[in-house]
């Protein structure tokens, strides 16, 4: 039977059915010394009783572990002991920690760095390209580079999740960081639409997308229990690189120029990236389901996992909104070039703790729980903060400041839910499928709010658009995983799910 899981714990790697011959009859699986010359003829054991032993000790693990492991006919239903004993291993003794697993935790932080450390500094790029290549454009047609960057990064990770999970990250990773390097070493270069979008979205999308499915399928190999406070920890890298690029941006681009500003960069991630390739490493068996280059769309049978790919769809829609135009609104309504890039920092800063605490929290009150609870904060603070703002800086910080803290979880916490629906070893095919389902909502995200921008006969009409359609989209998103919560739970506002 299929057990529908009810807490992070009871999540993954459970449910596996044995498929019939693949363990052979009870005859194949005994002792070694069975099968050797016994000099006591009197002695030799008598296969029926000895297959009758092994479903006893087969039905003993069972109920130490509280799972079932059904199988299609009755020849493998007698399984011996060691294999049964293997395979309850195999599902359920994550290390939870160590030495070994934490290494992974930081390969993981430093290939996230080069995806969302990127990601977290686009109102930087947004507001250079602006001003200076791409002047006589207009902000949905430039918001389209940014946009494309993350289609692609999302959308392509349902072709590297079957990969991973068959041949594991090693070889994934390491073309990744070549692309991701190459994209910033190659960006000073660009002066024309064209070749910015070829370098920075193309390039750096597929770089990102081989990178950004191993990052977060190994810690899912190494941790169960504790799995949203370690990808909490390797999601901080995001918010680092936020804090880190725009600040040294700001620093740079005056004394060298734009070009060397984003080589340096393209060094930094290739430091980074040979840490990673270092550290990241698979645990569990290859999965044996059959590689697809489409969606498996038999996902979607699930409500749960069809309201939980909707939720981060518009999630998406929420949170790159701010985190692409907070630049340009700041200087909009006053505030010189140094205080809109600390903006950004601070929103960074912010979500620092962001992405560390809630996951932390998740492990205890439940995933689901605790991103409900901060994409209704997300709304409140786009409500209450950044709607009456105008050019009052104090309430832009701490929109800043508190949009980042409640924002930073999003990245960290849907893959996490997202497990929590599927067995670990397939996660992968799971992860890329929701995030294959995201990328339209990032593809479509920065053009609506730039074509929402332009609209009203004057500018604050196109910013209050802009603003209540990043509060719409977060509103939107926790009603989803509102509903999938439901689902699985129903309405009991105790439930740790």
Known sequence: MTLESKHADDSCLINQTVPAGVLGSPLEHLDEKSQLPNPNPSSIP????????????VRDVESQTGRSHPVENADAASISPSSSSDEVENDADFPEGGLAAWLVVLGSFCAMISVYGIINVAAVFESYFSTHQLVGYDSSTI???FSVYLFIVFFFGIQVGPIFDRYGPRLLVAVGSLLVVASQLLLGLCEEYYQILLTYSVLGGLGGALLNVP??????????????LATGVAATSGSIGGVVFPI??????????????????????????AIANLLVRSRLPPSRHPMRVMPDWSLFKDLKFSLCCAGVWFMEWGIFTPLTYIVS???????????????????NAGSFLGRFLPGFLADRW??????????????????????????SRALLIVFAVTFGFASGSNLGLYPVCIGQLCEARHYG???????MTGSFGTLTSLPIAGALLSIGSTPEQGWLALILFAALSYAIAM????????????WRVKEVY
């Open 215 to 228: 990052a977060y399928g190994v810690i899912a190999h190494f941790f169960k229990r504790r799995r949203g």
């Open 46 to 57: 008598n296969p029926s009783a000895n297959s009758g032993q092994d479903q006893d000790r």
């Open 366 to 391: 439940g995933r689901f729980n605790i991103i409900i609870l901060t994409n209704a904060l997300c709304v409140v603070t786009v409500l209450a903060f950044w709607l009456p703002a105008g050019d």
């Open 248 to 273: 040294f941006l700001q620093a740079v681009i005056p004394k060298l120029g734009f070009a060397w500003s984003t080589r340096i960069i393209g060094f930094i991630l290739l430091f980074l990236s």
């Open 429 to 435: 095919r799971f992860f890329s499928t929701a995030m």
């Open 479 to 490: 009603s989803c995983f509102l509903g999938a919560r439901v689902l699985a739970v129903s």
């Open 329 to 347: 609104y700041a200087a909009a309504h006053g505030q010189n070039a140094t205080d809109a890039y600390t903006l950004l920092a601070l929103l």
């Open 143 to 145: 918001g389209w580079i």
